[in-house]
């Protein structure tokens, strides 16, 4: 069964380029997390999915930064315009559909580097 | 979410027992007590999580004080391996809360 899956592992993008990562959850798990860690620093919640749908996006800076998580395909975490205040690893987390007590799993992050 | 409170940094013996201490003072009826730990460069991995009665695991074991206010990580045989930042969590039982990380315990396991 495999793991929460993030691609690509690194990604370099100069200033004022788009940063897509995607995030293909566990098999039969309909809830997504993403979570931002800059470098030494902790891990930051961003925003939460369902299926075709954003259920809270608190965390999301205001700006440039937007997900989806469509019915068919991984989610994606799409930067705009990146500047080097975005580099960071970012981790995706699922949890199946009644995930009021089942614990989040992670990827092992996408490492984005802005130059 | 209540917030939680741990020591920054521990260090272990390799072969002892790790205890890694976590109050959360505030921590409301339904809210369950998860720990997670963070091995450089990884993704989070989770460990165990509880509400009111202990628990263990292949990796773990759970001790949450009757008044649920604190909770004890015990990793029995700490490994090299085990070197890691490790963060107590409460997280409400409601579908779908995310979990808010804190800042952990960077445990060091030497040999």
């Known amino acids: 069964n495999a793991g929460v899956m993030q691609n690509p592992r690194h990604l370099v993008r100069r200033r004022g380029q788009e940063a897509r990562l995607r995030c293909s959850p566990m098999k039969g798990h309909s809830h997504v997390y993403w979570y931002r860690q800059l470098p030494e620093e902790g891990l930051k919640f961003m925003v939460y999915l369902q299926k075709e749908n954003i259920i809270d996006e608190s965390g999301m800076p205001k700006e440039r930064f937007s997900a989806e998580f469509p019915k068919e395909g991984p989610s994606i975490l799409r930067i705009q315009q990146v500047v080097r205040g975005d580099s960071a690893a970012y981790f995706c987390a699922s949890s199946p559909y009644d995930s009021r007590r089942s614990p989040l799993h992670f990827g092992n992050g996408t490492r984005l580097t802005v130059t | 979410d209540a917030k939680t409170t741990q020591p920054p940094s521990m260090d272990c013996a390799e072969g002892r027992a790790a205890n890694l201490p976590c109050n959360h003072s505030?921590?409301?009826?339904?809210?369950?007590v998860y720990w997670y730990r963070q091995i450089h460069s990884q993704g989070p991995q989770y460990i165990i999580h509880g509400l009111k009665n202990n628990e263990t695991n292949e990796m773990a074991s759970l001790i949450i004080t009757e008044d649920r206010k604190s909770s004890t990580l015990i990793l029995p045989h700490a490994t090299l391996r085990d070197t890691a930042v490790y963060y107590c969590i409460v997280r409400a039982d409601q579908a779908g809360t995310a979990l808010i990380f804190g800042k952990g315990t960077t445990l060091s396991v030497s040999s």
């Open positions: 505030t921590i409301s009826g339904n809210e369950y």
